[in-house]
DNA sequence: TTAAAAATTGCAACATAGTTGCAATTTACT
DNA sequence: AGTAAATTGCAACTATGTTGCAATTTTTAA
C-alpha cells in the first residue's frame, strides 16, 4: 500500500480503503482523464462497480477529483492538482476532449476566460471543452501521411 | 400541417412526415432547449422512441438543431437560429444549463470567446457551459425571501 | 394517376451508465 | 479488544441511447 495516498486520504478526512488507494493509484498514474467504464476495466475483477461510483462521487465532492463529461456524455474524472477543498474548487481550466482516442485532457494551462451573465443568470460554475484530434493522434496521422507520400 | 416546418423540412432535402413536424413545432415554441427524455414525455404516446432518436440524430446532422449535453449528460436539442448548414455549424454560444429547474438556455448573445490550443491539439468545435440558477429560478427565490420578511 | 424505388417508421431486443436498499464486512475510535 | 461508524458487495432497478428488420409512408418518375 502506498503511504503517500493514504495520506492524502487523512487529509480529507476519508477511511484507508483499499479500492479507494486502488482508484488513485490508477488516477495519479494517467496524464489524462479516467471514465468510470474504463476505471471498471482495469480494476472491475476486484472491486465493484457500485464502490467505483461511490469512491468517485466521494473524491469528487471532497475536491480530491474534478469530473468532466466527454462528447457521449460519460464521467471523466481526474485528479485536482490544484489547491481544491469541498468548498472551493480551482478546476476551472479548459478541456480537451478527442474525437479520435476519446482521451479527455485537462488543459491545466489554459484557464477559462470570464464572462458576464446576463442579468439574474447566477453563474456556480463553468466548463469549457474542446472536441478535436489531440497531440498523440495528430501525430500518428501526420506519420501515416507521410509514409503514404514515400512510396 | 404548419406550411413553414414542412417548408423548412424541404429546404433541407428531409421527407415531409408526421414525426418530423410535430419535433419541429415543439422545438419553436420553446425559449430555452429540450431534452429527448421530456420530448417522449409530450409525444410518446404518438410516436416512438426510437423515431424521437433518429429524428434528432438527422436533425442535428443537417444542422437544423443543435445537441447540448446537461449536467447529467442527457441531450438536450434547440434550434439553430443562424445560419447552419450540414457543413458548417454556426452555433458558438454559450449555454446555461439550470441547476435548479434543469433548463438550458442558448446564449445567443454571448459568443464563445476563442483561444490557442497547444501545439498539435487541434480543435473542431467547442462547447461552453456555465452551471448554476436561472433567470426564473433566481426570481422565485427573490420572491420568497421577501415575502418571508415581510411576516 | 399509378407503380416502383427510396426513405422513414415502429417494434422488439439489446447495450451502457448510473442509482438504491440492505445485509455483511471493514475501518476507526475508545 | 470491543463497539460504533463507515464502507463494501450484491441484487435489482432506472434511464438514455442503439441496432436489425419488417411494415408503412413518402418521393420519384413513368
Ligand atoms: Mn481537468
Ligand atoms: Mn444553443
Ligand atoms: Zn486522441
Ligand atoms: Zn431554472
Do not use: W
Request: charged share 25%.
Amino acid at each position: 500500500m502506498d503511504n503517500e495516498l493514504a495520506e492524502l486520504l487523512g487529509k480529507y478526512k476519508l477511511s484507508k480503503t483499499e479500492p479507494r488507494l486502488k482508484v488513485l493509484s490508477i488516477l495519479r498514474s494517467r496524464e489524462s482523464a479516467i471514465s468510470q467504464p474504463e476505471l471498471e476495466n482495469l480494476i472491475g475483477g476486484e472491486i465493484d462497480r457500485v464502490t467505483l461510483y461511490r469512491t468517485l462521487t466521494k473524491f469528487d465532492e471532497k475536491g480530491i477529483i474534478h469530473k468532466v463529461l466527454d462528447l457521449n456524455g460519460t464521467a471523466n474524472y481526474a485528479l485536482c492538482n490544484s489547491s481544491c477543498s469541498e468548498d472551493t474548487h480551482n478546476d476551472e481550466h479548459v478541456h480537451f476532449n478527442c474525437t479520435t482516442c476519446l482521451n479527455m485532457y485537462c488543459l491545466e494551462a489554459l484557464q477559462i476566460p470570464h464572462l458576464v451573465m446576463p442579468v439574474n443568470f447566477v453563474p456556480h460554475n463553468v466548463n469549457f471543452i474542446v472536441y478535436g484530434v489531440c497531440e498523440k493522434c495528430t501525430l500518428k496521422a501526420n506519420k501515416y501521411i507521410e509514409s503514404k507520400n514515400k512510396t
